[in-house]
């Protein structure tokens, strides 16, 4: 069956980086495209970008230029997530979601379970 | 970038009882293909969202009938008809029209 598992909590310290991923199975890993969502703790989703897992090209949302990082291991069929530099605003659920390229399939069909990701001194 | 106003921002309901949520759009979400990219996700507490319904009012998978997504242009409703208790939780519209793609504010589902 089709899933996308995250890795686990990270508790971290301003400044410090962190890199959490989504190991996708059950399908052709390239046939989707991977997204990356935020959610700070009692607020809303938030669009991150996305990764084309068939080229690795990054698309980033204004707001999370320059510290973020999406990343592939194709061959693992895992996608990453790299945060530098980590700010207490940073704390958040992470989410990774699948998205087909077009037609039917252009949708997020299947979400990984979240990372929550703490940032405190 | 594109705003996605939903209200309520709460709804309180009755089992029972229908529900209607309301996304509104700063711009038109029709693309340039033609096709309109609104779609409606629960988030059930403590979970990941789900989607319910993509390209406006196309069901996904094994969403019960009683969800229904409706509207064009910028002007989008998500009825609930038999609120049933698995229905509780956030629902959030999202666009990808236009980049970036974003998402509405949320709308909880909650007993009265």
């Known amino acids: 069956q089709i899933q996308l598992v995250q890795s686990g909590p990270e508790l971290k310290k301003p400044g410090e980086s962190v890199k959490i991923s989504c190991k996708a199975s059950g399908y052709t890993f390239t046939d989707y495209a991977m997204h990356w969502v935020k959610q700070a703790p009692g607020k809303g989703l938030k669009w991150m970008g996305w990764?084309?897992?068939?080229?690795?090209?990054?698309t980033y949302a204004d707001d999370f230029k320059g510290r973020f990082v999406f990343s592939l291991e194709a061959s693992a069929s895992t996608a990453n997530l790299q945060i530098s530099n980590l700010k207490n605003e940073d704390t958040a659920t992470y989410f990774c979601a699948r998205r087909g390229r077009n037609g039917t399939y252009y949708r997020f069909d299947y979400w990984g379970q979240g990372v929550m990701v703490t940032v405190s001194s | 970038d594109v705003v996605l106003t939903q209200t309520p921002v709460a709804q309180p309901v009755t089992l029972g009882d229908q529900a209607s949520i309301s996304c509104r759009s700063s711009?038109?979400?029709?693309?340039?293909?033609?096709?309109?990219?609104l779609e409606w996700y629960l988030q059930k507490p403590g979970q990941s969202p789900q989607l319910l319904i993509y390209k406006v009012s196309n069901r996904f998978s094994g969403v019960p009938d009683r969800f229904i997504g409706s509207g064009s242009g910028s002007d989008f409703t998500l009825k609930i008809s038999r609120v049933e208790p698995e229905d509780l939780g956030v629902y959030y519209c999202f666009q990808a029209t236009h980049d970036p793609r974003t998402f509405g504010g949320g709308t909880k589902l909650e007993l009265k």
């Open positions: 711009q038109s979400l029709v693309h340039s293909n033609g096709n309109t990219y």
């Open positions: 990764i084309n897992t068939y080229t690795g090209k990054p």
